[in-house]
């Protein structure tokens, strides 16, 4: 047996049956030995593609996932991806390899020192009869700091005989205790009990604590609203007082109840600049924020009572202390926040027409939002869509929401949502990216066509790269100069074997609702939008 055998068949014993990948000399080896063992091998089309799909997966999927690569070139093309995954961050085991130690090498290069830039973890296979327990140390690393990992396994390493056998020690993970000590919440709950116009915000840490009950119970008792960070989506669907996302992407019908509320309660929210609108919505309002992770607590806005603890248990606990003291909030504030979740519930744009062969994105995103199966994947790539976009989209449960929001890269978002239709955990994952975003890894839909991925990918077509449009334009310059004279985008997606849709009215998406439902391969829809048209964020 040779070394890159005994690492595929490791990686198989430790439960990964997929790897994302792209094949060159310091990985074609062990990538064989993976689907002769039976895994299943994602060939994408470059090497970012193989970091993001494995990034999603392992978020959607809540287990570390795998990508490799070659040596050089196979590396430096994952970087963006790689640092977005760092900054998320997201479990990936990215295994490449050092070429044959050799000063005129063509692909040599320092990985340990581009990853120390980068600020990930770089692990090595170090020799033959090291194997086990290097892999071992990599895969432990990956469960505890659930950040990425480069695994450089030297190509005459990887290449040389077996010597080492048997798998890696299992140790007992033993739970962080979860007990609240008496009197710890004192402050956070004068703070809350006084305050007369509560709202409460639900981050990811809600999901990840699986916390979402406990949240929604005390914001019941103390009548408040309920608000989610962007990567919160899918917590509280249905909830009376459900009031949407926090922050710049806040629903119009919040604002008022926004503006009002005299303190905030933030859950498992890092209550970063959008979130806060960098800072403003907070100011003259109380601030009590609870986060697993104290670095959290005031990362952009110092917090009046801060709490460093599991969201479960401590909203729990915080609960039975406001209803032991006979807090119930007030009536007329509980009654503002289901009177706003109505007026939303309703709402529909009516400040603009907009130009002909094109649709308000707004309204395309709550047409389409009615298409979607209740339960989809949703992943998103950045860009100025997301104003007209994910206020609207909310057709997935919580933790199947996430944006490739770390680096602020475009174009890492549909091999993102590649990798979550890989992952299963949604009969549909759907895609949304702006044209340039899509044609910055359009190449990628090759790989969902083979894969034949059920995956509905939304492209916000405005012709231009409209974040620069608006900051060109607010900035006095000509806003032209952001326009991209792409070729047709569903011309581009049908030529990479995806069936097509285009919207340009919404009689167009009655007519691709019917398609959606049990969609079995890719369908890119090219939604036509208005460059002029700006949805402040
Ligand atoms: C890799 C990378 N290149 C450039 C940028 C700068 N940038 C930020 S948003 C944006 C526009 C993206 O255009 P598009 O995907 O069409 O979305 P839109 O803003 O038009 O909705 C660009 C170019 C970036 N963030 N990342």
């Not at 019917?514 to 002029?532: A, M, S, Y």
């Amino acid at each position: 047996m040779k070394v890159y055998e005994q690492v595929s068949s490791l990686l198989r014993a430790s439960g990964v049956d997929t790897v994302f990948g792209l094949m060159g000399d310091a990985n074609m080896y062990v990538s064989s030995a993976f689907e002769n063992q039976g895994g299943q091998f994602v060939r994408v089309a470059h090497e970012a593609g193989a970091v993001a799909m494995a990034d999603v997966h392992a978020r959607m999927s809540g287990r570390p996932a795998v990508a490799t690569v070659t040596h050089g070139p196979g590396f430096t093309n994952t970087l963006t991806a790689l640092v977005e995954a760092a900054r998320f961050p997201s479990p990936v085991l990215l295994v490449t390899g050092d070429p044959p130690a050799e000063a005129t090498h063509l692909q040599r290069l320092d990985i340990g020192a581009v990853c120390s830039a980068l600020g990930v973890v770089h692990e090595r296979i170090h020799r033959p009869d090291t194997v086990v327990r290097d892999f071992g140390r990599v895969m432990r690393r990956l469960s505890t700091s659930a950040a990425p990992v480069v695994l450089n396994i030297p190509l005459p390493v990887s290449v040389s005989e077996a010597v080492s056998a048997g798998q890696p020690l299992e140790p007992v993970w033993l739970p962080a205790g979860t007990t609240v000590p008496e009197s710890a919440l004192d402050g956070a709950l004068g703070l809350v009990a006084s305050a007369t116009r509560p709202i409460v915000v639900a981050g990811r840490g809600v999901v990840a604590a699986s916390a979402e009950s406990a949240v929604a119970e005390l914001a019941d008792l103390l009548g408040a609203p309920l608000f989610t960070t962007a990567l919160g989506r899918g917590l509280f669907r249905g909830h009376p007082r459900h009031l949407g996302i926090l922050g710049t992407l806040a629903h119009e019908c919040a604002s008022q109840v926004l503006m009002d509320s005299d303190c905030v309660l933030a859950v498992g929210a890092s209550m970063n600049k959008y979130t806060t609108m960098g800072g403003e919505l907070v100011q003259g309002k109380r601030l009590v924020q609870i986060d697993l992770d104290p670095a959290k607590l005031g990362w952009l806005v110092q917090p009046d009572e801060g709490v460093a603890g599991d969201a479960a248990a401590v909203v729990a606990a915080m609960t039975a202390e406001l209803r032991a003291a006979g807090v119930s909030g007030s009536g007329s504030w509980r009654d503002r926040g289901t009177a706003a979740a109505s007026a939303m519930a309703e709402w529909t744009p009516q400040d603009r027409r907009p130009a002909d062969g094109t649709i308000d994105i707004r309204t395309a995103s709550l047409l389409l939002n009615r298409a979607l199966p209740a339960d989809c994947a949703i992943v998103s790539d950045v860009g100025r869509f997301v104003a007209g976009a994910w206020p609207y989209l909310d057709r997935c449960a919580p933790g199947r929401f996430t944006a490739m929001t770390g680096f602020g890269s475009i174009g890492l978002g549909l091999a993102g949502a590649i990798g979550a239709a890989v992952s299963g955990v949604s009969g549909l994952t759907v895609a949304l990216v702006g044209d340039g975003g899509f044609m910055m890894h359009a190449s990628e839909l090759a790989t969902a066509v083979r894969h034949r991925l059920p995956l509905l990918v939304l492209v916000f077509d405005d012709g231009a790269y409209g974040a620069e449009y608006h900051k060109l334009e607010t900035q006095g310059f000509d806003p032209r100069h952001s326009y991209n004279d792409w070729p047709d985008v569903a011309a581009v997606a049908a030529g990479a074997g995806a069936d097509t849709h285009v919207v340009e009215t919404p009689e167009d998406i009655d007519v691709l609702a019917k398609r959606v439902p049990g969609l079995e391969r890719p369908l890119v829809v090219d939604i036509r939008l208005d460059p002029t048209h700006h949805i402040p964020f």
